[in-house]
């Protein structure tokens, strides 16, 4: 790969010194590890990154990136599977110092910082018995998973983590500082409401929290051959589940971890994962027809919601490719498409092939935003992780095969956190026609040159 064209000696010392981070060009001992990201398959080479400690070091960095005619790019967990936190040639914005999260108990409001991530913002509020919806792994970072809808385990219960955005402050692409709520630029308050991080940079965002007194989570494990026969019954278990149930029907690759068989690990196998914002009694009660279908292993336990945060978490350094296809229904025939598809995913590897429940909150939330998904019943989620290159081709088709598999009951829309880069026509089905036109006169807006474009991007309109 090509490297990028050097800054200038002057102008980048000249940036350091308006910044209170630190400025890292190529050549710099820690170049290679501060441009590294989540997902192995990214191999980007920016020509300078901006670790940010304040929105006046994040303002100074976009005012440098124009100056400069660099394309800009935002990072803040890094989880981007079509590895938009980065640029070749361009200017990084590194949030990862900007982590703090203050919480307020007596309003259930925490700040949290753009650089934060779940972990960050779960162990700061666990002390006080609150939480709110986070992604389900604990590396994710809150800023752009919230701004992109924000879809987790207590989705059902208190909605995405969107719906319980109440204020953001943002940087925009005019190097401005500006507070956004529903009073204070209320338009484009509606549009970080699903829209992403098309607008500016978001330094904090307040979210709203919710007393969780209790968590639990159940996983019971299957041979992958009985998957066809189980899943129906997960599907009418989770259709009559109380909001606090969530959690997803899984195909994977059996771990080498003390609860399973040791005839399962490294085979294929169906694990059905229910997690529930209450105690491990109430899981048992509502799971009742799940637990006497003869899994050959089990886990069912309370544990912190911050702890079951971190149960799926995915080493960083491997090769990813993901989608998403949202359901309408998820009859028989969808069944078999979803079950068939399973053992022609890479095993052993990493890779899971998911499909995760919608409804309870998100089905009866009325709000306008740009989300249209949300009245899904169910979301297919190929989540393809692997080690080896030589595996990227099949991965790849085996994602395709996947959406390809269950389009016939897609609604045609899809959450834009779980895709890579798979055209504009797919960008405008993550919002819908109607709210992408609304998007991007917002983008003509705050942003019409389209400055902050690493991302599923809205055109200025």
């Known amino acids: 790969m090509a490297a990028p064209q050097p800054v200038a000696v002057a102008a980048l010392d000249g940036l350091r010194q308006s910044v209170s981070g630190e400025v890292i060009a190529p050549g710099d001992p820690v170049y290679d590890e501060a441009r590294t990201l989540f997902n192995a398959m990214i191999d980007r080479r920016p020509a300078v990154i901006v670790q940010c400690e304040s929105a006046a070091d994040v303002a100074a960095a976009i005012r440098f990136g124009r100056e400069h005619d660099l394309e800009i790019a935002v990072r803040g967990g890094g989880h981007s599977v079509a590895g938009l936190a980065t640029t070749d040639g361009g200017l990084v914005i590194d949030l990862r110092r900007m982590h703090a999260v203050t919480v307020d108990p007596e309003d259930r409001t925490a700040r949290i910082g753009g650089g934060a991530t779940m972990s960050h913002l779960d162990r700061a509020t666990e002390p006080f018995g609150l939480a709110t919806t986070g992604g389900r792994a604990s590396t994710t970072g809150v800023g752009g998973f919230t701004l992109g809808g924000g879809s987790g385990w207590l989705e059902r219960k208190f909605g995405l983590a969107c719906d319980n955005l109440i204020a953001a402050e943002l940087v925009t692409a005019e190097g401005t500082e500006i507070h956004v709520d529903a009073e204070a630029h209320p338009e484009l308050f509606w549009a970080l409401h699903g829209g992403g991080g098309n607008f500016g940079v978001a330094t904090s965002l307040t979210l ?254």
Request: charged letters at 20%; glycine letters at 8%; a negative charge.
């Open 208 to 461: 709203r929290l919710h007393p969780l007194a209790a968590a639990s989570v159940a996983m019971l494990i299957f041979p992958a051959a009985r998957g066809a026969e189980v899943l129906p019954v997960y599907r009418d278990v989770l259709a009559s589940a109380p909001d606090e149930m969530g959690g997803g029907f899984i195909y994977l690759t059996g771990p080498p971890e003390d609860f399973m068989p040791e005839h399962l690990v490294d085979q294929a196998v169906a694990l059905v994962l229910l997690t529930y914002a209450g105690p491990e009694a109430e899981l048992r009660g509502a799971a009742g027809p799940l637990l006497g279908l003869g899994h050959e292993a089990e886990v069912i336990m309370g544990l912190p919601y911050a702890e079951l945060q971190c149960m799926f978490d995915d080493p960083p350094g491997l090769r990813n490719y993901w989608s998403a296809e949202y359901l309408d229904a998820l009859p028989s025939e969808a069944v078999d498409a979803f079950c068939d598809r399973a053992e022609s995913m890479i095993v052993p590897s990493n890779s899971q092939h998911i499909l995760f429940p919608m409804g309870g909150a998100l089905a009866r939330d009325d709000s306008d935003y740009p989300l249209p998904w949300r009245s899904a019943q169910w979301a297919v989620h190929p989540f393809g992780i692997w080690s080896d290159m030589a595996d990227d081709e099949r991965g790849r088709q085996w994602v395709r095969d996947v959406r390809s598999a269950v389009e016939p009951w897609s609604l045609g829309m899809t959450y834009l956190n779980f895709i890579g880069l798979e055209g504009p026509e797919r960008v405008v089905a993550g919002f819908g026609a109607a709210n992408y036109r609304r998007l991007a006169a917002v983008k003509k807006q705050y942003d019409p040159d389209n400055v902050f474009r690493r991302n599923h991007n809205v055109r200025p309109g």
